[in-house]
T-cell receptor, first 110, second 119 residues
Framework: SQQGEEDPQALSIQEGENATMNCSYKTSINNLQWYRQNSGRGLVHLILIRSNEREKHSGRLRVTLDTSKKSSSLLITASRAADTASYFCATALAGNKLTFGGGTRVLVKP | DSGVTQTPKHLITATGQRVTLRCSPRSGDLSVYWYQQSLDQGLQFLIQYYNGEERAKGNILERFSAQQFPDLHSELNLSSLELGDSALYFC??????????????????FGEGSRLTVL
């Protein structure tokens, strides 16, 4: 079973709009990470937020973490066609396993 | 380019056969991870090695095995293949043994994957 689950499963927006996706997880974590995957390609690390952090920014990305609700959100501002991809959250538990959610497919229309 | 190299990129084989997937981690990375990605199961963690030793195990079938060699490259062996084994197999590496604590990033660098088709 997946530790993290993304919502929505798919998202379609116009270029320039913001895209928000959420991730919920089940157990306590050490950190939560977001990755991007272009169709059929390898995953690329976007951002990591530790369990004692609440918000983090990286360029046009903003990640929040609410450990009391066991949830995180990824916001992509001013989206571009190149942001079209699948986005995955991954949770790091104690130990060496990084568990991925099912992903959100984002389509940015020009 | 993540620096992680996987071969072969594509592989087509028949049920019952055995294949070996190879991964070269980024220079200096000691940890190697294997993941399986299929449409119905998503991205599943299979196994992790650190400096030649198995460190974590996930949903890896008994028909599958892996190892990490002294030069740190890793191989994933898939045997008695079934149709359901068709998937993308990813290798990832990280800078060191991730303790997943506050002092470690835990960022993984993924290869481009090996697409296995079992007919």
């Amino acid at each position: 079973s997946q530790q993290g689950e993304e919502d929505p499963q798919a998202l379609s927006i116009q270029e320039g709009e913001n895209a928000t996706m959420n991730c919920s997880y089940k157990t306590s974590i050490n950190n939560l990470q977001w990755y991007r995957q272009n169709s059929g390609r390898g995953l690329v690390h976007l951002i990591l937020i530790r369990s004692n952090e609440r918000e983090k920014h990286s360029g046009r990305l903003r990640v929040t973490l609410d450990t009391s609700k066991k949830s995180s959100s990824l916001l992509i501002t001013a989206s571009r066609a190149a942001d079209t991809a699948s986005y995955f959250c991954a949770t790091a538990l104690a130990g060496n396993k990084l568990t991925f959610g099912g992903g959100t497919r984002v389509l940015v229309k020009p | 380019d993540s620096g992680v190299t996987q071969t072969p990129k594509h592989l087509i084989t028949a049920t019952g056969q055995r294949v070996t997937l190879r991964c070269s981690p980024r220079s200096g990375d000691l940890s190697v991870y294997w993941y399986q990605q299929s449409l119905d199961q998503g991205l599943q963690f299979l196994i992790q090695y650190y400096n030649g030793e198995e460190r974590a195990k996930g949903n890896i079938l008994e028909r599958f095995s892996a190892q990490q060699f002294p030069d740190l490259h890793s191989e994933l062996n898939l045997s008695s293949l079934e149709l359901g084994d068709s998937a993308l197999y990813f290798c990832a590496s990280s800078v060191g043994l991730p303790m997943w604590g506050l002092a470690n990033t835990g960022e993984l660098f993924f290869g481009e994957g090996s697409r296995l088709t079992v007919l």
